[in-house]
Every structure is written in structure tokens, then in C-alpha cells.
């Protein structure tokens, strides 16, 4: 948790002192990603139960307590696999590269990368669509911006190298969070009409 504000105000510096760490993934699991990826969740679940999703007509639409719950569980299992999915993908990315990092490297980088994007979750609790929208939007951006600034230092490759290979990392890593979104919206509809 000690590295959230590094990669907010100096995420080269703080990508430096990462790298040096050697962390496991299951430190970094217990110590980042299940911290972290239960903001948008608990961000959720209170938003959606106690205010409801707004898209913006005047109505809202409220989830029990228990889909809440059950959908907040699904959504938290996606974004640990989301995670997991995306630190084999910068692996498998990396395999023509002369230093590849281990697969578990790669996994905790990923995590980390997606900082942004689990703080941005907060913003769930005013659920209000055009917002969340906008928040996780700006949240992608960021992490781009540190996807290109550890993968030099992360793989020891020059700038111009970064930039094809965090933009490709940053279209797979989109189409991931798409298909969980969708996932969790399928979900979501069905579990509405369920419970």
C-alpha cells in the first residue's frame, strides 16, 4: 500500500523501487490487490443499494441487498483474475525480449498498474453513469501513462520499444476490462431480475 501515493506523484521514481523490491505475488495479492480491487466493490455495493445506478432521466434503479452482494463478490472474483489475466499477457508480451521478467514480476507490475483504475472505483458511490464513466476513463489514461513509464525500467528497454509495447499491453488490457464489464453487466441483468 506504501507505493499508491509514489505512483500518483513520481511513478518513475516509484516503478524504481518496485522493480528493487522483488515482491511475491502473493504478498502483493494480499498486501495491494485485495485492498485495492475492494474499493470499486464496497464503492459499489453501497451506491448501488442505497442510491441506485442514475443514467441520467430522473430515475434510478436500486439493487437489493443481497444481489448487491452477490454481484459485488462476482465483480471483486473478475478484477483478481482481471489482474492475474493481465500480468500473463505483459509475460507473454515480453518473451522476445533478452531479460524477460518472471512471469511473477510481470503479475505484480500489473497489479500495480492497475491502481488507478481501482481508485477510481470510488467514485461508485455516487453512481451516476456519465461520471463513472468519465472518472474510469481518465483512469485508463493514467494507466497508460504508467504502463509507458515502468515497462522501460520493468524490462530494460529503450523508450521508443516502450511506447509499442505499452500501447499494445494497454488495447488488450482495454478489451479485458471490456469483457468484464460485460460480464459483470450480463451479471447484473440477470441477477436484478433474480433476486
Known sequence: MNHIWGLISHPAREMQDIKRENETVSHHYVHHVLIMAAIPVVCAFIGTTQLGWNFGSGTSVRLSLTTGFVL?????????????????????????????????????????????????????????????VLVGALALLYTGYLLYVGIPSFLNISREESINFSSSTLAIGVLVLECLLAITVILWGYGYRLF
Not at 95 to 110: G, I, K, N, Q, T
Open 72 to 132: 459485488g463478490v462476482v465483480f471483486y472474483a473478475l478484477m483478481l483474475a482481471g489482474v492475474a489475466v493481465m500480468g500473463r499477457v505483459i509475460w507473454w508480451m515480453a518473451r522476445d525480449y533478452p531479460r524477460r521478467p518472471s512471469l511473477e514480476r510481470c503479475m505484480v507490475f500489473a497489479g500495480y498498474v492497475a491502481t488507478p483504475l481501482f481508485l477510481s472505483g470510488i467514485v461508485a458511490l455516487y453512481p451516476l453513469v456519465w461520471l463513472c
